[in-house]
């Protein structure tokens, strides 16, 4: 009987020594970790932490989830696999991610924040991972307008298209006006979506991004153009400023003081034309080249093949003078005059009417005369026979 006591005091002594190390060995089994501890925001950004939750025993553990020490007006969730969730299960000898996402309140002092994430195992003992949090700047209620690219260059004919990010940094939904104060006979157009609005609603710390295109005005000077961008309600305003460059338009026009194209020139002679260079873009030419391009064997000159500068809306007149060969035979023939530069060209084509040298005439009428002086003489010195 007592052997039988002995027996039963043994084996109730290691059954509950062996239930205490399994409780005391599955509340320290838990371990949390995630690599960026402490973080630097401004206000009203939400902070993600991608949490490793390890299970270091050798039995399942039910990990519920908590976080401590939260600021007030701060806000969290806990997710894994896309679901909100209180509590995990995990395998022995294994780990899950869970994701804890912080909100900042707009509304913060500039400070260092403390938080901690608790798992407790079993509902036994917790572990907790600290989590620090630098907030950079005080919290303050307004609103952004901002682009990474606000200066453009191009041509008066060209379209301006600028991408701005409007945020609503206010504790309250706002419904922001848009408007603009381009030069006189600029148009300005603002799409959000593809859709041309005046207007945009934005939830509180929601953001937008605006499109902006502009459109200048016709034959607009070469110079530096500021418009000026806002975003207003009744409680809060921003403002972007905007810059497009023009470089000038490049326009250029080659014809003739009367602006008739055409000619007549005797074979073996010569023709001089005067023709009228003009600059027709806004933006200034420089190497203005002066090019013909004749018939075969005919010859063309310029008094100056070259202009060096020609400023916006001015003229300047050039003379070519053409050549036709003596064997040139009558009829009509084309030549063509380019004046061009490395950005625009203007052809003028010539129709040139040759007409047969005045000295072929004359020697073909003395032919004409000895002909018919001849057939006199025979007919008065025969013809009595």
Do not use: H
Not at 48 to 73: E, M, R, W
Not at 96 to 109: C, N, S, W
Request: glycine share 8%.
């Amino acid at each position: 009987m007592w052997r039988r006591l002995l027996s039963f005091v043994l084996i109730f002594s290691l059954v509950g020594g062996l239930v205490g190390a399994q409780n005391t060995y599955a509340a320290g089994s838990l371990t949390l970790y995630t690599p960026y501890t402490g973080l630097s925001v401004t206000p009203g950004e939400t902070i993600t932490y991608n949490v490793d939750v390890i299970n270091n025993g050798s039995n399942i553990q039910n990990a519920t989830f908590d976080v401590q020490n939260l600021p007030k007006g701060w806000e969290y969730t806990i997710t894994s696999g896309g679901n909100n969730v209180k509590q995990l299960s995990i395998q022995p000898s294994s780990q899950q991610q869970i994701m804890l996402e912080v909100t900042v309140p707009l509304k913060v002092e500039k400070a260092e924040y403390n938080f901690d994430l608790t798992a407790s195992a079993n509902g036994g003992e917790s572990t907790n991972l600290p989590i620090l949090v630098n907030v950079s700047e005080k919290g303050t209620f307004k609103t952004e307008l901002t682009t990474d690219q606000p200066n453009l260059e191009g041509s008066s004919d060209s379209n301006f298209s600028y991408t701005a990010t409007l945020k609503n940094r206010t504790a309250e939904k706002q419904n922001y006006a848009l408007n603009s104060q381009p030069p006189k006979g600029w148009n300005v157009e603002f799409k959000v979506d593809g859709k041309s609005v005046t207007s945009v609603s934005l939830e509180p710390n929601g953001s937008k991004d605006i499109d902006i295109n502009i459109t200048p005005a016709k034959n607009a000077k070469a110079d530096t153009y500021q418009i000026p961008i806002k975003a207003a309600t009744s409680s809060t305003s921003a403002d972007l400023q905007i810059e497009s460059v023009i470089t000038g338009t490049y326009g250029l026009n080659l014809t003739t003081p009367t602006g008739k194209l055409s000619t007549d020139i005797t074979a073996g002679g010569d023709k001089t034309i005067k023709f009228v260079v003009e600059n027709s873009g806004s933006a200034n030419l420089t190497n203005i080249k002066l090019s013909a391009s004749a018939p075969p064997n005919w010859k063309t000159e310029f008094d100056t093949d070259t202009i060096q500068k020609l400023e916006a809306g001015q003229k300047t007149t050039v003379q070519a003078t053409i050549t036709a060969p003596d064997d040139t035979i009558a009829g009509d023939y084309v030549t063509t005059f380019t004046a061009g530069t490395a950005e625009s060209s203007s052809d003028a084509t010539f129709r040139i009417s040759v007409e047969t040298s005045t000295l072929w005439g004359f020697i073909g009428v003395l032919i004409i005369l000895a002909v018919l002086g001849g057939l006199y003489y025979i007919f008065r010195k025969y013809g009595r026979r």
